[in-house]
């Protein structure tokens, strides 16, 4: 199953070393991202005591890759955790009580589905300073209705199933019933779309940064896009080198994410 | 054999100049379209009522003034042919040209120089340009005497570009407010170019006036205004050939690229008057930043020359006072607080701020003016890092945009702020209002929002205000600068790079001391 997925494999092993090199490398490597080390605009493998170059500051490039990571990664997992909560419980009431809850819940899930994301998302930092936190928030908020669909249309289908029947007929609550019978069997697809949820995630906090919007007391791969955007055409590094981590989490995010599909998925299961 | 000489050079000296000015009436083109390219956008064209650069670009060309200057601070004839300022310099008398037309045909005359100066002086941002008139009187239709309560020196330079447009009476004097007066969107002017089309965030489009009273000018027949959203879109655009003019450029990286095209010049004249200086405020009410010696440690500790030469690429200049150097009023002697992080450290442990377990003394927030990254972020960031060394933890406090840090800053509610303000020609206009004890007015950006009050600077300042003694008045100011500067309401980093980068198919460029905040009505444009 997973294990035999080589695609899935490489993206575990991608995000273990990302995790690795995030939370041992600092230990490591113990230069202050904030610090200014070398004249401003260095290139990568000009001057050894910053071997991957310095942003427009002067600030090292490869500090700031080790350290930012932490930010990148709890951002990540931290808006995908706000999805999957917004998005399970209003998916699921709907889903399991229909009528007029579902009637409500669906129509405040559209609202929320026609709002442009980014702009939504830019609206609330703005609102309330571009902090990491915030920024975390402020991402789970626009994108849990698409989990939300999603259960709901699980909790739709389980509901009907015969051993939902005869847990009802055995007396179970409705608590229960939601809680322990048709969410443990709604949860493969659920836990699909949250790993990916980490990925999307984590483009959208880079996304925020390069329009300016990120924490510029906190240290984030995204933070770095933003503030190197405006010497892009002079120093690519300052850019590409955080994008090139970006895009590797997410990268190794999606393949799990993928694997686990195939892996849940009852079609694709080799007996 | 001697004499014979000189005269040999006298006239080959003679002979040279109208051989020049004969080649430069010849290159002067008339026609062609000439795009600027700009990021500031303007709200309405107004300038009688609205300072700052995106409405005096277009307001210089549509409104005339009484006054223009020249590169070197000379005040040359315009809408008036001459003028005289009385012995007591208390009145002015202005004799205006006599074939002067609005774009509607109707003359301009003394009564809407006196309705001109009465509106400025009533809404104007800038409250000590026109402050001291009493009155002005309109013995006839060409002539028209500004009375003064006081002397006040810098009247004339008031006259000019932007600060003094004269609006058409029968137009304005409806009643109506000239904030928001309809006509603020598509005003008539006496100017060298008349509005054809305002597209608020896009683009301002002007025709040449047929009937401007200066004869054979304007030589462009259309000037359009573009509005940028970044100034890396708009580089991107000069460096293609779609923007002919590119006033304000900013940015040090945009600066050193356009400098490689070899179908631009670029230049830093023509700034002379705005005086833009950086610099980093503190609100002088906060706890740690109401001792002077905190501040003064804080301006020890800013690596002025980093700041210039790395940061800048050394394209801007250290500021070291109010006024920037390059006016008359400059004081080159004060105190530089060049780097020296030892005396900010000793400074600090003086005011009774020892260092804690990590090495951390207090923690300040910083602010900055989203958009010229470079001058604000940049430094606002590098705060962080380098006032680590003396045990100062900064925050630095993004705004989202710039109504967000104006509401912070002129709310008093900041610790220290990275800020941009201009000299405006004379420091009666720019500076000031910076640091007079009357001025701390909570709500009003680039008031006295450090809330800084000395009442012997406020005492050399008003006679500085009233002095028409050149030479006086600029002694007046080199005492005010050095207790300014020895007290530190503002650390002074460095005057803005700003720059005019335009196809050297443009002749005549902007290099006035006013650039292109003056009329464009002797550039043009070669086929």
Known sequence: MFRRNYAAMFGLFLLVLLVLVTLIGPLVYSVDPFEIVWAPLTPPGEEATAPLGTDYLGRDILAGLIHGGVATLAVGLAAALITVVIGLTVGALAGFYLGIVDDILMRVTEFFQVLPALMFAMVLVTLFSSSLVVVAIAIGLVSWPPTARLARAEFLRIRNLEYVSAARSVGAKNTRIIWQVILPNALPPLIVSATLTIGTAILFEAGLSFLGLSDPNTYSWGYMIGSGRDNILDAWWAVTLPGGMIFVTVLAVSLIGDGLNDAFNPKLRER | ?527
């Open chain 2, 1 to 527: 054999m001697r004499k014979f000489k000189t005269l040999a050079m006298a006239a080959a000296v003679m002979a040279s100049l109208v051989a020049a000015s004969a080649v430069e009436a010849a290159e002067a083109v008339k026609g062609g379209t000439l795009v600027i390219g700009m990021t500031q956008k303007p709200r309405h064209l107004n300038p009688a009522v609205q300072s700052g650069t995106a409405t005096a670009v277009p307001g210089t060309q549509v409104f005339a003034t009484p006054l223009r200057f020249d590169e070197n601070w000379q005040p040359q004839p315009y809408l008036a042919e001459s003028w005289s300022v009385s012995d007591d310099g208390l009145s002015i008398t202005l004799n205006l040209r006599k074939n002067a037309k609005f774009h509607d045909g109707k003359p301009v005359t003394s009564e809407d120089v006196a309705f001109s100066v009465q509106t400025v002086k009533d809404n104007h941002p800038f409250k000590s340009m026109f402050s001291p008139v009493e009155k002005v009187e309109t013995p006839n239709a060409n002539t028209a005497v500004i009375h003064f309560a006081r002397a006040h020196p810098a009247a004339l330079l008031a006259m000019s570009s932007a600060l003094l447009p004269i609006l058409p009476k029968h137009v304005y004097g409806d009643g109506q407010d000239p904030k928001s007066h309809p006509a603020n969107n598509m005003p008539v002017g006496a100017g060298p170019f008349k509005i054809v089309e305002f597209k608020p965030g896009e683009h301002v489009i002007l025709e040449r006036n047929p009937d401007y009273f200066i004869e054979g000018r304007p030589y462009l027949d259309r000037i359009i205004i573009k509005h940028y959203k970044d100034s890396n879109s708009l580089a991107l655009a000069v460096d293609k050939g779609e923007v002919d003019m590119f006033p304000f450029v900013t940015n040090t990286r945009d600066i050193g690229r356009l400098k490689k095209n070899a179908n631009l010049e670029v230049t830093n004249q023509g700034y002379a008057a705005v005086g833009p200086v950086n610099w980093l405020a503190f609100n002088t009410k906060n706890e740690f930043l109401s001792d002077k010696r905190v501040r003064q440690a804080i301006a020890y500790a800013i690596d002025k020359n980093f700041i210039v030469k790395a940061l800048h690429g050394g394209f801007s200049e250290r500021a070291s006072g109010p006024v920037v150097p390059g006016s008359p009023f400059y004081a080159p002697d004060v105190q530089k607080y060049d780097l020296d992080l030892d005396k900010a450290n000793a400074l600090l442990d003086e005011a009774g701020h020892a260092k804690n377990g990590d090495g951390t003394r207090f923690t300040l927030k910083v602010d900055y003016i989203p958009g010229p990254n470079e001058q604000q972020k940049a430094i606002a960031e590098y705060l962080k890092p380098q006032l680590k060394k003396i045990g100062i933890a900064v925050e630095v406090r993004a705004a989202p945009d710039f109504p967000t840090w104006a509401k912070r800053v002129s709310g008093h509610e900041f610790d220290m702020t990275m800020d941009i303000v201009f000299n405006w020609g004379d420091p009666v206009i720019g500076v000031h209002r910076t640091y007079l004890c009357d001025n701390i007015r909570e709500g009003v950006i680039w008031s006295n929002t450090q809330s800084y009050c000395n009442e012997k600077v406020d005492g050399i300042l008003a006679q500085a205000g009233v002095e028409s003694d050149a030479d006086k008045r600029a002694a007046l100011y080199r005492d005010a600068q050095s207790i300014i500067v020895d007290e530190v309401p503002i650390a002074f980093i460095n005057t803005l790079p700003y720059h005019t980068a335009y196809s050297n198919k443009i002749g005549n460029a902007p290099i006035s001391i006013w650039g292109t905040m003056a009329p464009l009505d002797e550039v043009y444009k070669a086929k």
